[in-house]
């Protein structure tokens, strides 16, 4: 599917779909109650909004609606097939599953990743230095242990600051996740830094081994996890270092369509249910 300069075309092919097949009574996940999470996932607050959104829609003529470039709103949009491991969403509402064991393999560096992941990585990391940049993982998988030392740490830090500890909590997690919310605990994200420049602040964005890997991680399989202007839907604030393997196919979706992951899944779920009720 080709989302560049149109993803607000498939959206609204989407939700011309939605509201056909639930005024025909045969899409049977709407309405629902805000909050009502799609694929049985807890629906983050931004996500019960648009859900809420949704039965309000009304269509005069739905077989007449128009779709982006030729897709027609019965058909809705498609999307690349993906594996449950490469789609599995983690964050501030949907913590990882019980039974979950990541299948990890040691990088050159000691580190960790899923070892699903393990090719993709090294070509991309290879391919950047090909290009003359020096790139660097300063963050891997991550244990439960780390991940609570990492969070408490950044709470005590808070606290020194003068926050309460509601306050410090709350404002932790935008920058470190709870324990058991971390993408890193899933073996499938990391922190690559420039050699140059290590710091975890806005700065990372200008190295050029960023605005290399912004460019060119979806030939890899990867994504910008926490984009600037997307901190209310993903609960995280900006991380230029921050990036997420999600699969070639899925990767280079996410990129065209110009929306987050938590985003692109709410669509693709909807997009899917609807087929399966048509």
């Not at 110009?258 to 899944?265: A, D, S």
Request: proline share 6%; charged share 25%.
């Amino acid at each position: 599917m080709r989302w560049t300069k149109r993803a607000a075309a498939l959206l609204a092919a989407l939700l011309v779909l939605l509201t056909a097949a639930a005024a025909e009574g045969g899409f049977k996940a709407l309405p629902r109650e805000p909050g009502t999470p799609p694929g049985g996932r807890l629906a983050s607050p931004w996500e019960a909004e648009e859900a809420a959104k949704l039965p309000e829609l009304t269509v005069l003529n739905p077989e007449a609606a128009p779709g982006p470039e030729g897709v027609s709103a019965a058909e809705g949009p498609s999307f690349p097939e993906a594996e449950e491991w490469q789609l599995l969403l983690v964050n501030p509402w949907n913590e990882l599953p019980e039974d979950f064991e990541a299948a990890l393999k040691a990088l050159p560096d000691g580190q960790k990743v899923d070892e699903r992941i393990y090719e993709d990585l090294n070509a991309m990391l290879q391919a950047c230095r090909e290009a003359g940049l020096r790139p660097k993982i300063c963050s891997a998988y991550r244990t439960e242990a780390k991940q609570t030392y990492l969070y408490n740490n950044k709470v005590a830090r808070l606290r020194s600051a003068g926050y309460s500890r509601d306050a410090a909590q709350e404002e932790a997690a935008r920058w470190v996740a709870r324990p058991g919310t971390s993408e890193h605990q899933l073996g499938l994200a990391l922190d690559i830094v420039s050699q140059s420049y290590q710091a975890l602040t806005k700065k990372q964005e200008k190295t050029a081994e960023q605005k290399w890997l912004m460019e060119h991680c979806w030939e890899y399989g990867f994504i910008l996890r926490y984009p600037s202007d997307k901190s209310e839907i993903t609960g995280i604030g900006y991380e230029p270092w921050h990036y997420r393997y999600v699969g070639r196919d899925v990767a280079l979706d996410v990129r065209e369509s110009g929306l987050c992951f938590e985003e692109y899944l709410l669509l693709r779920e909807e997009a899917l249910a609807a087929e399966k009720t048509a």
